[in-house]
T-cell receptor
Framework: DAGITQSPRHKVTETGTPVTLRCHQTENHRYMYWYRQDPGHGLRLIHYSYGVKDTDKGEVSDGYSVSRSKTEDFLLTLESATSSQTSVYFC????????????FGQGTRLTVV | QKEVEQNSGPLSVPEGAIASLNCTYSDRGSQSFFWYRQYSGKSPELIMSIYSNGDKEDGRFTAQLNKASQYVSLLIRDSQPSDSATYLCAVRSGGGGADGLTFGKGTHLIIQP
């Protein structure tokens, strides 16, 4: 398995609270991604990073921010969680972006009540 | 808007038969194509990647790509009950592709013993 660790694996939080999810990789891959997976929608890209401090928005970025201060860590923050952000969140990494495969972490199940 | 379409299924196949999974994509500039398998409650697992027209075989799996028809397929020979899962088609567009993969919603495959 690719060396990707997501934390926490499960979290329940209240509406309006901030939440940070962490993705840690040991593969030294340049590209990192955050996806969310919801029934009926499949996997959708939230944000991605193409290097330290280099990030950009994906398809469903509203309400989310990211940071990457080190190659190995990519953080996803929900500034003020809403019930619509209840989802399973997956981190993925890719060595060379465009033409190489992406490998996924185990996922974080987030419930906003 | 990049779109990847898959029949959601369920697709039911007898054990030992060939399972055929199909995917179409809208972005004619797409350059990289991937099949992932996802068991319930687990993260997506890469099965195959294909980058050029034609067939690519790996064990019991064959990926087929036809860029003119914007069509990707996955064949699973000698289907086993352990192949029962959701299969996700993913596409990466041209231009470097740092912006991640676009996924279909997946086909639920059931292998009947």
């Amino acid at each position: 398995d690719a060396g990707i660790t997501q934390s926490p694996r499960h979290k329940v939080t209240e509406t309006g609270t901030p939440v940070t999810l962490r993705c840690h990789q040991t593969e030294n891959h340049r590209y990192m991604y955050w996806y969310r997976q919801d029934p009926g929608h499949g996997l959708r890209l939230i944000h991605y990073s193409y290097g330290v401090k280099d990030t950009d928005k994906g398809e469903v970025s509203d309400g989310y921010s990211v940071s990457r201060s080190k190659t190995e860590d990519f953080l996803l923050t929900l500034e003020s969680a809403t019930s619509s952000q209840t989802s399973v969140y997956f981190c993925a990494i890719s060595e060379r972006g465009g033409f190489t495969e992406a490998f996924f972490g185990q996922g974080t199940r987030l419930t906003v009540v | 808007q990049k779109e990847v379409e898959q029949n959601s299924g369920p697709l039911s196949v007898p054990e030992g038969a060939i399972a055929s999974l199909n995917c179409t994509y809208s972005d004619r500039g797409s350059q990289s194509f991937f099949w992932y398998r996802q068991y319930s409650g687990k993260s997506p697992e890469l099965i195959m990647s294909i980058y050029s027209n034609g067939d690519k075989e790996d064990g019991r799996f064959t990926a087929q790509l036809n860029k003119a028809s914007q069509y990707v397929s996955l064949l699973i020979r000698d289907s086993q009950p352990s192949d029962s899962a959701t299969y996700l088609c993913a596409v990466r567009s041209g231009g470097g592709g740092a912006d991640g993969l676009t996924f279909g919603k997946g086909t639920h495959l059931i292998i009947q013993p």
